[in-house]
């Protein structure tokens, strides 16, 4: 049954400058921390790390040109479009118990995919790495959310994950380059295998179970069109990247995808027991901070990509080069992840989200200054780490913003909605926007025309969102809704 969000505010919970610091983590908590935040870290390198080997892959497969899409596109459509309902499906059986399944799943797919034979079992192990991460990434936040309690714990908890991922999707762009020259491409794969066995074993221990007290029958409607409708999409945006959207398919999934989701808002609207619930979505909180995740993703994806081939294609740079660049802006991540926190227990998760999108947007902006020249590197180097920083930013308020106030028996919902928002976010930024500097004659100016759009819309977006969360309202107070 939906819970009634339209009461009073919770008391903040972060003290006022001055007053003592948190208690530090216990070592069982770290612990705790390491596993979640190494499966959410690995479930982000898995976005990355293969784009680099594609053409060797292929080779070595058999696989061709058209078909190199669904290495991508068979690891995207179950990862993001069963993301909500496998978040539902631990709130109401068991988070730790789902989060394991979804690791096993996750390094069984992976060793799968690292010694396949055709494209068949290829794409098989690519598919089955997408299911166990939507199952992985869900049920991880949630377990998170509710073994942290609301406040410094949960910031600094929130932190740490948001960096690690933010770091795993930029290390996997450099690892990708350096494994394939190395070992070869199965070596991507392998990695992710490594990875899901490592922490497996750790997990049983050291988790603790987490459900809501009274389970509600599984809003089987509700599951079959928002299922429905994220694959359609995904399928279709994905799809479009690579073939613009002028094709059949694409126009169809396209329709069937949005259809499916507003018939998913009317089965939601009328179930006694609802996937998502609707006054949860009337939050504040829970809508522009969605709204706020979704621009930060998509629109700090879209910018890696152009401008991995803005250096390579157009400055001249090899792929380690390119690399060296990416992790000066992942060491910079790291900073912000750790400073990001203490902002956000000053000034509150609304007010860092909306001045760090505004920061990403800015330093995106002093983007479009590039050129030809060999000393456009500085410039990309800085501007894309301080773009970045902001970036972290926005990722670790966004998810504090959202699940701030929500009750434990509904935080796989609202990290549901959180970690949908991170991977379609991820997953539509590229074929929006990025298509049009592929698709352009001049490499340089079709850059420039996705930087100038990709500002835009992230300086639009803290816009709205100041607007729509009031950040003015209580200056100086924890958020709440």
Same mark, same amino acid.
Request: no cysteine; hydrophobic share 55%; aromatic share 6%.
């Given at each position: 049954m939906a819970i009634d969000t339209t009461t009073s505010a919770p008391t /903040? @919970?972060?003290?006022? *400058?001055? +007053?003592?610091?948190?208690?530090?983590?216990?070592? !069982? %908590?770290?612990?705790?921390?390491?596993?979640l935040c190494a499966a959410q870290f690995m479930v982000a390198l898995d976005f990355s790390v293969l784009?680099?080997?594609?053409?060797?892959?292929?080779?070595?497969?058999?696989?061709?040109?058209?078909?190199?899409?669904?290495a991508v596109t068979a690891f995207a459509l179950p990862s993001g479009g069963f993301l909500l309902l496998f978040g539902r499906i631990g709130d109401l059986y068991g988070r730790r118990k789902l989060f394991l399944t979804g690791l096993a799943l996750f390094a069984a797919a992976s060793v799968l995919a690292t010694f396949a034979w055709d494209p068949a079992s290829?794409?098989?192990?690519?598919?089955?790495?997408?299911?166990?991460?939507?199952?992985?990434? /869900? @049920?991880?936040?949630? *377990?998170? +959310?509710?073994?942290?309690?609301?406040?410094?714990? !949960? %910031?600094?908890?929130?932190?740490?994950?948001?960096?690690?991922?933010?770091?795993g999707f930029t290390i996997g762009v450099v690892a990708?380059?350096?494994?394939?020259?190395?070992?070869?491409?199965?070596?991507?794969?392998?990695?992710?295998?490594?990875?899901?066995?490592?922490?497996?074993?750790?997990?049983p221990a050291l988790l603790p179970e987490s459900r809501t007290p009274i389970r509600p029958h599984l809003d089987v409607p509700g599951a079959i069109t928002v299922t429905g409708g994220l694959l359609s999409l995904i399928y279709a945006l994905t799809t479009a990247a690579d073939d613009g959207f002028a094709r059949a398919d694409v126009i169809a999934t396209l329709i069937a995808g949005l259809a499916l989701l507003a018939a998913f808002a009317v089965v939601e609207s009328? +179930?006694?027991?609802?996937?998502?619930?609707?006054?949860?979505?009337?939050?504040?909180?829970?809508?522009?901070?969605?709204l706020g995740g979704l621009v930060t993703f998509s629109m700090m994806s879209t910018v890696v990509f152009v401008l991995t081939l803005y250096l390579q294609e157009v400055l001249g740079l090899s792929a380690w080069e390119t690399g060296l660049v990416f992790g000066v802006q992942g060491v910079m991540s790291v900073i912000a992840g750790s400073l990001t926190p203490r902002f956000i227990s000053r000034l509150g998760a609304r007010r860092i989200l909306v001045l760090s999108l505004a920061g990403q947007g800015a330093f995106g902006a002093a983007l479009l200054f590039l050129?030809?020249?060999?000393?456009?590197?500085?410039?990309?180097?800085?501007?894309?780490?301080?773009?970045?920083?902001?970036?972290l930013g926005a990722i670790i308020s966004y998810g504090l913003t959202v699940t701030s106030g929500v009750p434990d028996e509904e935080q796989g919902l609202a990290t549901g909605l959180v970690t949908s928002t991170q991977q379609v976010g991820i997953t539509i930024g590229i074929p929006l926007?990025?298509?049009?500097?592929?698709?352009?004659?001049?490499?340089?100016?079709?850059?420039?025309?996705?930087?100038?759009?990709?500002?835009?819309?992230?300086?639009?977006?803290?816009?709205?969102?100041?607007?729509?969360?009031r950040t003015g309202r209580t200056a100086g107070s924890r958020d709440s809704d």
């Open positions: /903040p @919970t972060t003290p006022p *400058l001055g +007053t003592p610091r948190s208690p530090r983590m216990s070592t !069982r %908590d770290k612990l705790v921390l390491f596993v784009n680099v080997a594609l053409p060797v892959l292929g080779a070595d497969l058999g696989m061709s040109q058209s078909a190199l899409q669904w290829f794409l098989a192990g690519r598919a089955l790495q997408g299911l166990g991460a939507a199952v992985i990434v /869900p @049920t991880g936040m949630s *377990l998170l +959310t509710t073994t942290f309690a609301e406040g410094p714990a !949960r %910031d600094r908890a929130l932190g740490i994950s948001g960096t690690l991922m933010s770091l990708g380059g350096v494994l394939t020259d190395a070992l070869g491409w199965r070596s991507t794969m392998g990695l992710l295998a490594v990875f899901a066995l490592v922490v497996l074993p750790l997990a009328r +179930t006694e027991s609802p996937l998502v619930s609707l006054p949860m979505l009337r939050r504040r909180t829970v809508a522009w901070g969605n050129n030809a020249q060999s000393w456009s590197v500085w410039l990309v180097t800085a501007a894309l780490s301080l773009a970045s920083m902001f970036h926007l990025g298509v049009l500097a592929t698709t352009s004659g001049d490499l340089l100016s079709g850059t420039r025309t996705v930087l100038a759009l990709d500002a835009a819309i992230v300086l639009a977006a803290a816009a709205l969102i100041a607007v729509g969360l």
